[in-house]
T-cell receptor, first 109, second 113 residues
């Protein structure tokens, strides 16, 4: 079967750095997405990785290792508004997104 | 900026009622999707469409139907609502090509009593 694993919840301090990990087992791979979802709202796109390596976009970076079935999302200079769930999703061989359950990130002052 | 709309935003109905959740997008995207999401859980694909007159079933398609008569409109219908249908329903659309980045509407929170 297809499976996406990410921690259920993480806590970090305002101004710090946090890394959210995602491991996956899917039938084929055509890219990995990270989305941010605030409570009660729709997911919004953060990043897309299809090749190995690090993609940086402002305070957020995303890393991919296809051979290990592994990705992480790195958030720097954390702000209170970063408190949200972070969803990892993998596009399988049919170009359908397989979603993880999300990691709830709690930011403390 | 993606423009995708869903109505109603909140709906409380009784068991056995037929309901239609509306979704419209103004970007001209060919691909559209319906997801169901319970709190703290992953998104489950209900239905999707590659374009006009195209509809496909996802993992969770039973008891609901969709139609795609116009590019911009992708309504979801529950023929007979049950308490197990209580959930958040998210509509999304995506750009053409392989990247498949999806833009989401604000969602409909459905409660079936």
């Amino acid at each position: 079967g297809q499976n996406i694993d990410q921690p259920t919840e993480m806590t970090a301090t305002e101004g710090a750095i946090v890394q959210i990990n995602c491991t996956y087992q899917t039938s084929g791979f055509n890219g990995l997405f990270w989305y941010q979802q605030h409570a009660g709202e729709a997911p919004t796109f953060l990043s897309y990785n299809v090749l190995d390596g690090l993609e940086e976009k402002g305070r957020f970076s995303s890393f991919l290792s296809r051979s290990k079935g592994y990705s992480y999302l790195l958030l720097k200079e954390l702000q209170m508004k970063d408190s949200a769930s972070y969803l990892c999703a993998v596009m399988d061989s049919n170009y359908q997104l397989i979603w993880g359950a999300g990691t709830k990130l709690i930011i403390k002052p | 900026e993606a423009d995708i709309y869903q109505t109603p935003r909140y709906l409380v109905i009784g068991t056995g009622k037929k309901i239609t959740l509306e979704c419209s997008q103004t970007m001209g995207h060919d691909k559209m999707y319906w997801y169901q999401q319970d709190p703290g859980m992953e998104l489950h694909l209900i239905h999707y469409s590659y374009g006009v007159n195209s509809t496909e079933k996802g993992d969770l398609s039973s008891e609901s139907t969709v139609s795609r008569i116009r590019t911009e409109h992708f309504p979801l219908t529950l023929e007979s609502a049950r308490p197990s249908h209580t959930s958040q329903y998210l509509c999304a659309s995506s750009l053409p090509g392989d990247r498949n980045e999806q833009f989401f509407g604000p969602g409909t929170r459905l409660t079936v009593l």
